[in-house]
């Protein structure tokens, strides 16, 4: 191995005398960076949306089941009318 040799030559952080796997020009990075910005946004947004759909329809669980609560109690409580 010479001194200019390194270990983990050909890895990442090879520096400019790597090739690229997917040559591009600057517009293309651009227009790729813009559309992930994009993808980002998106997920983002849907991960909230299943989160707020989520939250309401625990609070629909929880409504039904304070309902049925009161209306077992209120069933316990009662006596049948002769």
């Known amino acids: 191995m010479d001194d200019n040799d390194s270990e983990f030559s050909g890895g990442f952080g090879g520096g ?10 600057e517009s293309e990075r651009r227009e790729l960076q813009d559309q992930l ?19 309401e329809a625990k609070g629909k669980v929880a409504k039904c089941r304070k309902r049925v ?4 109690t209120v069933l316990r409580q009662s006596k049948p009318r002769k």
């Open 16 to 25: 400019a005398d790597q090739e690229p796997l997917f040559p591009t020009s």
């Open 69 to 72: 609560q009161g209306l077992m």
């Open 37 to 55: 910005v994009e993808a980002l946004e998106c997920e983002a947004a849907a991960e909230l949306a299943a989160k707020t759909a989520a939250t």
